[in-house]
């Protein structure tokens, strides 16, 4: 019987991580195609002209091991959700460097160190003809006992091309975020108790007005956020922001 339930565990493994493989999105950029993986609750992967990026890598490291070694790993924050040192070692990083929060660099064992790249809320870095800029990320009203105090963590936009992408990270509806310009694609997080709700999540696109939108990070405390209804209240207001609705909790 153990073996059984052992045996059946590796096949879900090998499905789930040869669906992240091959369930992607292609959006065009002047100088090639970018592929978006969505892969699990906060971790996504970036695939453009042979360039890897693995964003928040998470506790599946089954997820990551049909893709070659990153050329980038962005890290958002310090939570398990988000940096989980047992993948990482599962990963080949070899060929990566790491683009992290102070916060993070922190708790990455000193292997990395020649690997880190440090950027503080609104720094950026030039990597590979690619752009990449730290955003704020925190909760509201802004306390001492914040689950994501600002300056802790960060979202950022990375320019690729022609396309500004942005990855909120664990924030809500901050005056950062209702500021954003000329954003194509946004992967926006609506989970409480620890980021915000669909409602807010719905307001802040609305303001930013980005041309695609990805909710994604929406498994909280009471389970998966209505991102039915998400997608409704924006497209209500709003019918030229594309809202892509891709399963991240292998639910579908």
Known sequence: MKLKIL??????????SNFAQNNYDEIKTT??????????HASLVLSHNN?????????NSEFYKNFKSPDIILITDIHGDHLNLETLDKIDTSKSIFIVPNAVA????????????????????????????AVPMYNLPE???????????????LNIDNKRIYISGDTEDTTEMRSL??????????????????????SAVLEFQPKIVY???????????????????VNSKNSNIKVNLRDWYGTN
């Open 7 to 16: 045996l059946f565990s590796l096949l879900l493994l090998i499905i789930e």
């Open 31 to 40: 100088n090639g195609v970018l592929k978006i993986y969505p892969i699990q």
């Open 51 to 59: 360039k890897i990026i693995i964003v928040d890598p998470n506790e």
């Open 106 to 133: 922190e708790k990455l064992p000193s292997k990395y160190n020649s690997k880190i790249i440090v950027l503080k809320n609104k720094q950026g870095i030039h990597r590979f003809n690619y752009f990449i800029q």
């Open 143 to 157: 306390e001492s006992n914040s689950k994501h105090p600002k300056g802790r963590g960060n979202g950022y936009i």
């Open 181 to 202: 310009q000329n954003i194509d694609i946004a992967f926006v997080c609506m989970n409480l108790p620890y980021t915000m709700d669909i409602y807010q999540a719905s």
């Open 215 to 233: 909710p994604y990070h929406y498994r909280g405390k009471d389970g998966l956020s209505d991102v039915k209804k998400f997608k409704e209240m």
